[in-house]
């Protein structure tokens, strides 16, 4: 089966720009979820979507993350407008169980701020 | 809040030695667990995963343990190669089946 698709591999941007990010998850997958992961850490979670709804986005920083998911397909997560620590890599994952037998992850956004 | 950490941020091994990285678990409600590999520009890798009714579980050149009274758990590989070499995450499950990552140990394989 074809995997989480992301795109774009790499971005730069400078602070105070905004940048979107895309996801295709694992076809039939209903659950996707958007990961932030700093260098030298482990991926932190950022939104949980079941089809087109949030799950949950508590740990989203509203103020300047979004995301969707309109038609439970394909997703996007935007920044706007961008601080130099949102330098990270944007993980996509998604599941067909919500999670109880783990994800399959993309190979990531590397977001690089200046 | 759950949080899951790492022993040790490196470690080194001969190749065709056996490697364990260790990891422990701050909430006695995860009940599901996961060790994931994660190569250089590559996003996160199943290895293998144990639910908290097991306390071992074997897959290809893989172990995992799993001790929920002091909850901690490890990897073992046997016969280490280079290509194992890679950061390992385990991952703890939420009741909402979230996975929480600790902060990973960088294996490097020495030929």
């Known amino acids: 089966e074809a995997g989480v698709a992301q795109s774009p591999r790499y971005k730069i941007i400078e602070k105070r720009q905004s940048v979107a990010f895309w996801c295709n998850p694992i076809?039939?997958?209903?659950?996707l979820y958007w990961y932030q992961q700093i260098l030298g850490q482990g991926p932190k979670l950022l939104i949980q979507?079941?089809?087109?709804?949030?799950?949950?986005d508590s740990q989203l920083p509203k103020d300047r993350f979004s995301a969707e998911r309109l038609k439970g397909v394909d997703s996007t997560l935007k920044i706007q407008p961008a601080k130099l620590e949102d330098s990270a890599v944007y993980l996509c994952?998604?599941?067909?169980?919500?999670?109880?037998?783990?994800?399959?992850f993309g190979s990531g956004t590397r977001l690089t701020v200046v | 809040g759950e949080s899951v950490g790492l022993h040790l941020p490196t470690l080194s091994v001969q190749e065709g030695d056996n490697s364990i990285i260790n990891c422990a678990y701050s909430?006695?409600?995860?009940?599901?667990f996961i060790w994931y590999k994660q190569e250089s520009g590559k996003g996160p890798q199943f290895i293998i995963d144990?639910?908290?009714?097991?306390d071992k579980r074997q897959g290809q050149r893989v172990t995992v343990l799993l001790n929920k009274t002091v909850k901690h758990l490890s990897l073992q590989i046997a016969a280490t190669q280079p290509g194992d070499s890679a950061v390992y995450f385990c991952?703890?499950?939420?009741?909402?089946?979230?996975?929480?990552f600790g902060t990973g140990t960088s294996l490097t394989v020495i030929p």
């Open positions: 994952a998604s599941s067909w169980a919500g999670g109880s037998y783990g994800y399959t």
């Open positions: 076809s039939g997958h209903a659950t």
């Open positions: 979507f079941q089809n087109n709804g949030v799950v949950d």
């Open positions: 909430n006695s409600a995860s009940d599901y």
């Open positions: 144990i639910r908290s009714n097991m």
């Open positions: 991952a703890g499950a939420n009741t909402g089946n979230q996975f929480y």
